[in-house]
Structures are given as structure tokens and as C-alpha cells.
């Protein structure tokens, strides 16, 4: 049983109400300061779960990550993706393991097209054989590795707001998502969206990414400045199809529930549909670059909700689950 109410059909309605031209409408999307995060932690975690509630997005700003550090990520990133397609498929994704490289292979229910945007996943358990040579890309496996490690303790630090919240001790999802496990499989994710050429820049039928839920427990989404075209709405209001956009500022980090901490929570915190739109007239139609870090339980880790709402299960077969439900056939 899934905990996300929200099935195929209605992914497809979406889509098709989303061709024809959907509406936007202004939500507050909340900006948390994490400063003085120790003494101010019972005041952080209430403004994260009332942002949560409401619409399961927020941006966090003053999060320990400087922004050298992640301007320097992006700037690996972009390089890796410039590589050429014969060197980077020499590093495919091993979907099982949420590993590698992909192009336009990820094809969202929502939309039955291809994402248009290539993407390459570090989890690092899974890595051997994946990693670029220092004679292609120098320094690559050192900065992302970093930049994933400062990425998992911001997620660490959101999250045992959470777990106060939910009566949790503290540690709780520090120790289900243990980097030091083999079974450990929060990924950072590097995501190049192509560039919209001119024939396909009317097409109602491709999307940079097509309307979805995540599966794990928090995201947390770097954008780049200029880069826009995320947008929120929020499941509870899907049939009125009135999206948000979420502009990007380089020094926040935008984050949002996922499948995995809905079912933990009892339903309390929803995950919520977003999608990243192609642009529209007047924007640039040049490339769009993000990292995205996904808390993401260990496989081992068993999922049990406060209430006992759901029976329990493991991440791994949830995650398994939760693929099933949504890219059947």
C-alpha cells in the first residue's frame, strides 16, 4: 500500500491539463534561517513544520554550506557534463543502485516523454567503476564527494528537527541514514537540462521534468542563479492546477517532503508534486544546471509510523514499492 494518495491517472490528468495551459498562483514559500541552529532549534524545527504542513517546501538559508563551495560544485558539474557522450557512457547508470549516467531516460508517468535533461547519481556504496579518471575530469571525485558529505549534514540537521516533532530522539534519521552502512543510499544528484532549440520550443508534449513526487525523505535542491522554472503544487490542490514558481537564489537551499517521511509521519507531512518547466517567452532557452541531494533511508531501515498507520517496512522495500507504483505499466 502506498502512502502517496495520488495515482496514475490523476499524474496523467495533470499532465494533460498542464498542456493546456495551467494556471500560476503566489504561496508563500518560507525562508528559514538555520543560524545559532543549536540554541534556536525548538523555534527552527516549529517554523520547518509549519512551512511543511502547509505546503512541503521551504528554502533554508544560513545553512554552513559556503557559497564558493557550491559554486564550485556547479562548476564540476557543468564540466563533467561537457564531457562527451562517448566518455560519459562509459559511467552508465546502474538503476538498481541509483548510480551513473543517464540521458533522457527517465520517462515521467505524468507526461509518457523522456525528461529532457541528463543526470549523474553518486551513491557512494555504489560507485566502483563509475567514477571519471583524473585524466578526464581532475578533482571531479574529490569536490562532489565533499560537497555530497556538507550536503548530508544539512539534511541531518532538517531532519532531527523532524524527528523532535514527531517524538523522535534527535538521531533518529542520522542513524537511519548512516553513511557508513553498505545498505546506505541517499544520492547526490547532478542534473543538466538541455538547452530548448528553437523547433522544440512550442512543444506542449516535452518537459525538463515532468510533474512528480520524490521517494525519500527530504530533498534538498541547489539551484542556479537565472535558472529558473521549478514549480510546487501542492497535492491537495492538484485539480486546480494553479502551480508556484520557486525562483532560484543561489545562497538558499530549497527543500521539500518526500514519499519516504509522508509514511513516517502518518501522512501529517505531505510530499507534494513539482516539476521543472521548459521556459516561456522572454526567458532564456539556454541550459538549466541543479544539484539535488536525497535523504534517502538506508535499505535496512525500517519505516514505522508514530501511530502505527502503516505496517511496517523497510526503505529499501518501500523505495522498491514506490517505483513499482509509479512506473508500472
Given at each position: 500500500m502506498s502512502s502517496t494518495p495520488y495515482d496514475m491517472a490523476e499524474l496523467q490528468k495533470e499532465t494533460r491539463m498542464g498542456a493546456?495551459?495551467?494556471?500560476?498562483?503566489?504561496?508563500?514559500?518560507?525562508?528559514?534561517?538555520?543560524?545559532?541552529?543549536?540554541?534556536?532549534?525548538?523555534?527552527?524545527?516549529?517554523?520547518?513544520?509549519?512551512?511543511?504542513?502547509?505546503?512541503?517546501?521551504?528554502?533554508?538559508?544560513?545553512?554552513?554550506?559556503?557559497?564558493?563551495?557550491?559554486?564550485?560544485?556547479?562548476?564540476m558539474a557543468e564540466r563533467f557534463f561537457a564531457l562527451p557522450d562517448s566518455v560519459k557512457a562509459q559511467y552508465p547508470l546502474k538503476k538498481a543502485l541509483n548510480s551513473g549516467w543517464e540521458s533522457r531516460a527517465q520517462v515521467r508517468p505524468s507526461t509518457g516523454t523522456p525528461d529532457q535533461k541528463e543526470s549523474y547519481?553518486?551513491?557512494?556504496?555504489?560507485?566502483?567503476?563509475?567514477?571519471?579518471?583524473?585524466?578526464?575530469?581532475?578533482?571531479?571525485?574529490?569536490?562532489?564527494?565533499?560537497?555530497?558529505?556538507?550536503?548530508?549534514?544539512v539534511g541531518m540537521r532538517l531532519l532531527s528537527c523532524f524527528a523532535l516533532k514527531l517524538?523522535?530522539?534527535?538521531?533518529?534519521?542520522?542513524?537511519?541514514?548512516?553513511?557508513?552502512?553498505?545498505s546506505y543510499q541517499s544520492t547526490l544528484r547532478m542534473l543538466h537540462y538541455y538547452a530548448i532549440p528553437p523547433e522544440e520550443q512550442r512543444s506542449l508534449g516535452l518537459w525538463r521534468a515532468g510533474a512528480h513526487t520524490d521517494f525519500d525523505c527530504l530533498t534538498l535542491l541547489y539551484q542556479r542563479q537565472g535558472q529558473g522554472g521549478l514549480q510546487v503544487c501542492p497535492g491537495k490542490e492538484m485539480d486546480a492546477q494553479e502551480w508556484t514558481s520557486i525562483a532560484p537564489q543561489e545562497d538558499l537551499i530549497t527543500c521539500n517532503i518526500g514519499d519516504m517521511l509522508m509514511r513516517?509521519?502518518?501522512?501529517?507531512?505531505?510530499?507534494?508534486?513539482?516539476?521543472?518547466?521548459?521556459?516561456?517567452?522572454g526567458e532564456t532557452m539556454g541550459p538549466r544546471y541543479s544539484l539535488a541531494f536525497f535523504c534517502q533511508a538506508n535499505r535496512d531501515a525500517v519505516i514505522e509510523s508514530p501511530s502505527g498507520k502503516y505496517p511496517p517496512i523497510t526503505a529499501g522495500d518501500y523505495l522498491n514499492q514506490r517505483i513499482a507504483a509509479n512506473f508500472k505499466k
Open positions: 493546456m495551459g495551467s494556471e500560476t498562483t503566489t504561496r508563500e514559500i518560507r525562508r528559514i534561517s538555520l543560524a545559532d541552529f543549536h540554541r534556536r532549534k525548538a523555534e527552527i524545527a516549529d517554523q520547518l513544520w509549519d512551512a511543511s504542513v502547509d505546503v512541503g517546501f521551504f528554502q533554508v538559508a544560513d545553512h554552513g554550506i559556503d557559497l564558493a563551495e557550491m559554486r564550485a560544485a556547479f562548476a547519481q553518486i551513491t557512494r556504496p555504489h560507485m566502483d567503476g563509475l567514477w571519471p579518471t583524473e585524466d578526464e575530469l581532475a578533482g571531479f571525485r574529490a569536490t562532489m564527494l565533499a560537497f555530497e558529505e556538507k550536503s548530508w549534514a517524538g523522535f530522539d534527535e538521531a533518529f534519521f542520522t542513524r537511519a541514514h548512516d553513511p557508513a552502512r553498505p513516517w509521519s502518518d501522512d501529517r507531512l505531505p510530499s507534494n508534486f513539482h516539476r521543472v518547466r521548459n521556459p516561456v517567452a
